[in-house]
């Protein structure tokens, strides 16, 4: 078995400045870290001075009508999710392409990089 051990991407994460933008969900992709299982949720930016910048939200993939993934997905749908969807799951890629809202607010990480954080996630048709 070969094992190919690489040094940390010294590529900087791209932060974008805190506010609210116009996002395409591009990316939907289940990972492990520190916390454990995660479902990453990554949306590509457009508009003036952001247009491509990719920015994502993690959660874990225990879905709630409380839980944040049960956020993200309620944010992405513009409604509250059915209790079927509760019961039975959704399928979170068939969402990619969703056009949306994103409230994108700056954060630092453990390593003192500063890093662009998805809060919350809009209906492309909710007024904010």
Partial sequence: MVMLLKPKSSEKAVAV????YSATLTKVSQFENAYGERIGFEFTLSGKGVD??????STSPVLSAKGKLGEVLSGLLGRDLTGKELNSGIDVEKLVGTECKVLVLQSKGKNGAIYSNVERIFHQGTLL
């Fill in 17 to 20: 400045s805190d506010g609210t």
């Fill in 52 to 57: 491509g910048a990719t920015v994502m939200r």
